[in-house]
T-cell receptor, first 111, second 111 residues
Framework: EADIYQTPRYLVIGTGKKITLECSQT?????MYWYQQDPGMELHLIHY???????EKGDLSSESTVSRIRTEHFPLTLESARPSHTSQYLC??????????FGPGTRLLVL | GENVEQHPSTLSVQEGDSAVIKCTYS??????FPWYKQELGKGPQLIID?????GEKKDQRIAVTLNKTAKHFSLHITETQPEDSAVYFC??????????FGSGTKLNVKP
C-alpha cells in the first residue's frame, strides 16, 4: 500500500475562487507528479517535479501552478477556478528506480 | 517523446474466461512498463510491471509479456472474476522519469 495522500477528496467551489489541492507522501520519493483525468479516461500529465525546488510543466497545458519546497509535499494551486477546471486530479510519486504510486485523487467541481 | 497506444478501449468477457489487453510504444529506449488497475472513485494501483530485459512475468492470474522488437506489451488475465472489472492502463517510461500512459481499457467481467 502506497503512502501518498490527497486532500480534499471532493471539492465543490464557485467560479473565481482560489484553490489549493494538497498532496503529500511519506516514502521519501524524489519525483512527484500531477495528472488530470476525466472519469474513466486517459491520464494527462500537467506538472512534475524531480526534487525540491524543481518543477516542470507537463504535456497538457494547465492554468494551475505547483511548488516543491519540501520533499514530501507537492501542492497544486488554481488562482481563479473556472468550470473548465472541473475534473479529477491525481497526484503520484516515485523513488529512484521505482514505479509510480498514485494517491486517491481529488474530484473538483467548479460551478 | 514517447507515444503509447492501448487496445481495446472496452472489453467484455464472461467470468472464468481470459482477457488480453495490448499496448504498443514508439520509443525503443523505453525500459520499464507498468500496468495499473483503476476502480471507480480511486487512483490507479500498480498490478504488475516488466523491465526491458525480461520477456514475460507472471503473478498468479496476471501475466505481462513484452516484445521489444515489435515494441508491444500485453496484459493477460486468466480465470477472470467480477472483481477484475475496472479500467486498466498501461504505461512506458525511460529510467522512471516521465511515464507515458495508454488511453485505458474498460474491462467488464460478466457473472
Amino acid at each position: 500500500e502506497a503512502d501518498i495522500y490527497q486532500t480534499p477528496r471532493y471539492l465543490v467551489i464557485g467560479t473565481g475562487k482560489k484553490i489549493t489541492l494538497e498532496c503529500s507522501q511519506t516514502m521519501g520519493h524524489d519525483k512527484m507528479y500531477w495528472y488530470q483525468q476525466d472519469p474513466g479516461m486517459e491520464l494527462h500529465l500537467i506538472h512534475y517535479s524531480y526534487g525540491v525546488n524543481s518543477t516542470e510543466k507537463g504535456d497538457l497545458s494547465s492554468e494551475s501552478t505547483v511548488s516543491r519546497i519540501r520533499t514530501e509535499h507537492f501542492p497544486l494551486t488554481l488562482e481563479s477556478a473556472r468550470p473548465s477546471h472541473t475534473s479529477q486530479y491525481l497526484c503520484a510519486s516515485s523513488g529512484q528506480g521505482g514505479t509510480q504510486y498514485f494517491g486517491p485523487g481529488t474530484r473538483l467541481l467548479v460551478l | 517523446g514517447e507515444n503509447v497506444e492501448q487496445h481495446p478501449s472496452t472489453l467484455s468477457v464472461q467470468e472464468g474466461d481470459s482477457a488480453v489487453i495490448k499496448c504498443t510504444y514508439s520509443d525503443s529506449a523505453s525500459n520499464y512498463f507498468p500496468w495499473y488497475k483503476q476502480e471507480l472513485g480511486k487512483g490507479p494501483q500498480l498490478i504488475i510491471d516488466i523491465r526491458s530485459n525480461v520477456g514475460e512475468k507472471k503473478d498468479q492470474r496476471i501475466a505481462v509479456t513484452l516484445n521489444k522488437t515489435a515494441k508491444h506489451f500485453s496484459l493477460h488475465i486468466t480465470e477472470t472474476q467480477p472483481e477484475d472489472s475496472a479500467v486498466y492502463f498501461c504505461a512506458a517510461t525511460l529510467n522512471f522519469n516521465k511515464f507515458y500512459f495508454g488511453s485505458g481499457t474498460k474491462l467488464n467481467v460478466k457473472p
